[in-house]
């Protein structure tokens, strides 16, 4: 808090003392002396609004005797209503630093739980340079439905970026969920639709095991995690890749960006059981010097002030520079600028992969 602040309240103390002092004795300024500890309580804590307002009242008791009347009842009134007042604001001044140091617990306990449930990407894998990057919609939670990670196989890098439907505790819960899942079956699972399989039984069975209300059953079908799960060779410049019900990932190539859009895309994980698809892997080009880009649809859904969703490819294609880290930089000030008050409307992930070799 600076000084420049402080003295906003004391000005404002010492000019409507003045004031009051010179004005005519029928004239009684007193009661805007109430604004000095009620502004203090908006920036400071108790112990300075209780000292602003101690001020205020002694203020209030000299103009009093100054003017001769200190035991009337006006002045009486004025200066019992000011501690009360003072009093008050101190009080909710006491509650806001009492709010404030939770949430900061709060935010503490996300960036650690985020740590643990959603680990960062390591920036080389095999022949692959990885960038990563998270974005909560609410400053408060660091951590929400959306998740990514990566795997080392005999053969490459597998890799899965998703986005759960829904918000709050339940989202992380169901996230961690499918991060667990990926993370144990990954290197023992050979083939992409039997890992894709092994992910839709956990998130199924996890659905099925839930204590949902009876008045909540109907909303048991509308819990899915929509989810991109790659492999990429360590030496064929190709990658394959299920899509289940999650936005094509972008290719950059040289100047051009080209969305890597699946002929058979699989239903979200936990749907499938009510659909029973044929899930089939597709490959696609991924050469030397080729950046792949993964991302969730907070992305695309942030919106400008005139409602314009987020272009993404659009903005890709102007991005003059090379490496994955960088690219991330850019789409985070870019997504920002754009979005609405620098707010995002959903959480938002975003994962580069650049192949070096």
Not at 4 to 22: E, S
Not at 45 to 67: N, S
Not at 111 to 124: G, S, W
Not at 317 to 339: E, K, N, V
Request: hydrophobic content about 50%; glycine content about 8%.
């Amino acid at each position: 808090m600076g000084k420049a602040v402080l003295a906003v309240p004391l000005a404002m103390i010492a000019l409507v003392t003045v004031v009051d002092v010179l004005a005519p004795s029928d004239v009684h300024l007193g009661p805007f002396l109430v604004a000095a500890p009620a502004i203090t309580a908006s920036f400071a804590g108790p112990w300075i609004t209780a000292v602003i307002g101690a001020v205020a009242v002694l203020a209030q008791a000299a103009t009093a005797m100054v003017r001769g009347s200190v035991t009337d009842l006006n002045h009486t009134f004025q200066i019992s209503a000011l501690v009360l007042i003072s009093v008050i604001v101190t009080l909710f001044a006491h509650l806001r630093e009492v709010h404030e140091k939770e949430m900061i617990q709060l935010r503490s306990v996300a960036e650690t739980a985020q740590q643990v449930v959603l680990r960062p990407l390591r920036e080389r894998i095999g022949s692959l340079r990885i960038a990563s990057m998270y974005l909560s919609a609410v400053a408060e939670a660091q951590i929400g439905g959306d998740l990514y990670a990566a795997a080392r196989t005999a053969q490459g890098t597998r890799l899965i970026i998703g986005d759960v439907r829904g918000k709050g505790l339940e989202a992380v819960g169901e996230a961690a969920l499918v991060l667990g899942a990926f993370r144990a079956a990954a290197r023992l699972v050979g083939e992409l639709p039997a890992l894709v399989a092994y992910l839709e039984g956990a998130v199924a069975s996890d659905l099925d095991d839930a204590d949902i209300p009876a008045k909540e059953i109907g909303d048991r079908n509308e819990r899915f995690v929509t989810a991109a799960v790659l492999d990429i060779p360590d030496h064929e410049p190709e990658l394959h890749i299920i899509s289940c019900g999650h936005p094509p990932p972008l290719m950059i190539r040289g100047h051009h960006v080209l969305p890597l859009e699946v002929e058979l895309p699989a239903p979200p994980l936990g749907l499938a059981e009510l659909l029973h698809p044929d899930v089939a892997t597709e490959t696609f080009a991924f050469s030397p010097g080729d950046t792949l880009l993964l991302y969730t649809d907070g992305v695309l859904e942030a919106r400008d002030e005139s409602g314009a969703f987020y272009p993404l490819q659009e903005r890709i294609a102007t991005f003059p520079g090379a490496g994955p880290h960088d690219l991330l930089r850019h789409l985070h000030s870019d997504l920002l600028a754009h979005a609405a008050g620098g707010v995002l409307g959903d959480d938002a992930a975003m994962v580069a992969i650049q192949r070096v070799q």
